[in-house]
């Protein structure tokens, strides 16, 4: 009986590990970030008992979104990569996007035919991360398609945006005054800020910081 257990227990763990690897395969990470690198140390405004809030995923099972905001070297795409794989570890879907490179990849997708194709296979995710928004402005194409992402998923499924641009820059950026203000209703008004401040760690640990 004790080593059907054994058998059952690591035939388990084998299969929940191809799971996690399939889904970390699929998400296409910028970096490989975990829970347990993050350094609460460094002196960037990061509540530690904020994140070890997020680390049950509980806010993703209420579709809730989180922004991660601050200047560059400061560790935003990290903390936004090691909340994207803590979601893998429990069994979410993730997809993270550059920003440019989802909109470019959007608008190839409307150029083949296969656009409502990609719009649904974003929206089954169950966290969607953009990362480096606002680095340029949107045109029309792009702020429509960011608006039917977060109308997709406001409330749903969650998503999570990583920015160097201030709250206060968002609809400059966005471009047209009735759909900025659409979109931000969809995730800045509700969403976790994560505001980060100080100057670049990339001095210090010398390639993708923490």
Same mark, same amino acid.
């Given at each position: 009986? *004790? ?7 690591? *035939?388990?763990?084998?299969?929940? =590990?191809?799971?996690? =690897?399939?889904? #970390?395969?699929q ?11 993050i350094?609460f140390q460094?002196?960037r405004?990061?509540d530690?008992?904020?994140m ?10 209420k &579709?809730?979104?989180? %922004?991660i905001?601050?200047p ?7 903390l &936004?990569?090691?909340l994207?794989?803590q ?20 608008? #190839?997708?409307?150029?083949?035919g296969?656009y *409502?194709?990609e719009?649904k296979?974003i &929206?089954k995710?169950?966290v969607l %991360?953009?990362d480096d ?10 702020r429509?398609?960011?608006l039917e992402i ?5 409330g749903?499924?969650?998503?999570v945006?990583?920015t ?8 400059e950026? %966005? &471009?047209d005054?009735t759909i900025?203000?659409? %979109?931000?209703?969809?995730i800045?008004h509700s969403?976790?800020?994560?505001e ?9 640990y010398?390639?993708p910081?923490?």
């Open positions: 009986d *004790e080593l059907i257990a054994h058998l059952v227990d690591t *035939e388990w763990d084998d299969r929940r =590990s191809r799971v996690v =690897s399939r889904l #970390m395969k998400a296409r990470f910028r970096y490989q970030a975990f829970f347990e690198q350094d460094l002196s405004n990061l530690k008992n904020m070890l809030r997020f680390s049950d995923c509980g806010w993703i099972e &579709g809730q979104d989180i %922004i905001e601050g560059t070297g400061v560790g935003k795409s990290f &936004g990569s090691a994207g794989h979601a893998c570890a429990y069994g979410f879907r993730v997809l993270y996007f550059n920003a440019i490179k989802l909109f470019s990849h959007l608008k #190839m997708a409307q150029a083949d296969s *409502e194709k719009l296979k &929206g995710a169950d %991360i953009v928004f606002g680095l340029q402005h949107l045109d029309a194409q792009s429509l398609a960011l977060l109308e997709d998923r406001h749903r499924r969650s998503t945006v990583i160097q641009l201030p709250l206060a820059k968002w609809h950026v %966005i &471009g005054p900025a203000d659409a %979109i931000c209703d969809r800045v969403a976790f800020r994560i980060l401040k100080g100057e670049s760690l990339r001095k210090s010398g390639g910081n923490q």
